[in-house]
């Protein structure tokens, strides 16, 4: 790692760079290359001056991750709205980026080996590689995949609740698997099952790269996690009891509000 007072040097005015390639550059880098040393050598420096780094995406001129990653979520989000003029489905207790997944899941845009094989993408093959049994649609990878159902049934479990029969993407992700529920505890049972449906493509892209996967007591304890840190940071509420959130979630929220 280098400081730009390292590479950087000033020669009457005028920036002098070092850059110290480690390997010679080559095609359009070269080209690239002298646009940027033609920008820089149009900048004088004032004797006075003092040298800033200012970010104009903020008002306030600060660069900060968390701007940067609301900016490129809502330009991503904003542009897959306007070219297929949908509504998005929301839930404020996870991430955009889940709320994001989930959409695109539903509208049957992740790129599972079938969506693929459809679109002329040689594959070796199309079957599921968590379960190697049946092809791998985004029903089978989110729902009906062996491991994928051990671990719903975990979380259901885990819930004290009765796995639903007859599942679709529709019933799982848009909250009508659990009629009975309130508003409030149906939101944070649908925060429960997008958390699942993220991590789960997740695990299953480290398996198909990296050819690791979860166990199901590991995944159940990465789900209660992630949930219980994305859920609480985003309820209105004084306490959430970690203790109670994976024995007893129906006791675990005090005097809360969304």
């Not at 080559?26 to 420096?45: C, H, M, P, Q």
């Not at 979520?73 to 980026?97: A, R």
């Not at 990296?210 to 590991?218: I, P, V, Y």
Request: one cysteine or more.
């Amino acid at each position: 790692m280098a400081k730009v007072r390292d590479r950087v040097t000033w020669n009457e005015q005028l920036i002098i760079c070092n850059f110290r390639w480690k390997r010679d550059i080559f095609g359009r880098a070269i080209n690239e290359l002298d646009s940027l040393n033609a920008l820089l050598n149009t900048y004088v420096k004032q004797d006075k001056s003092k040298d800033s780094w200012s970010w104009n995406l903020a008002g306030n001129g600060l660069f900060t991750t968390k701007k940067l990653t609301s900016i490129i979520d809502e330009k991503i989000l904003n542009h897959e709205l306007f070219v297929h003029n949908e509504s998005f489905l929301k839930n404020k207790l996870v991430p955009l980026k889940v709320a994001i997944f989930i959409w695109r899941a539903l509208k049957k845009r992740i790129p599972v080996r079938t969506e693929l094989d459809k679109r002329g993408i040689d594959l070796d093959s199309v079957r599921c590689p968590l379960c190697d049994h049946g092809v791998e649609s985004i029903e089978h990878t989110l729902i009906f995949c062996r491991h994928a159902m051990d671990i719903w049934i975990r979380v259901y479990r885990w819930w004290g609740l009765r796995p639903v029969t007859n599942l679709s993407l529709n019933k799982l992700f848009k909250g009508n698997c659990n009629r009975s529920l309130t508003p409030l505890w149906s939101r944070i049972w649908q925060a429960i099952e997008w958390t699942y449906g993220y991590l789960l493509w997740k695990n299953r892209n480290q398996k198909v790269f990296s050819n690791s996967s979860w166990s199901g007591s590991s995944s159940l304890m990465e789900i209660q996690l992630k949930s219980f840190e994305w859920i609480s940071s985003r309820l209105k509420m004084h306490r959430l009891d970690w203790l109670g959130w994976i024995s007893d979630s129906w006791s675990c929220l005090v005097d809360c509000s969304v």
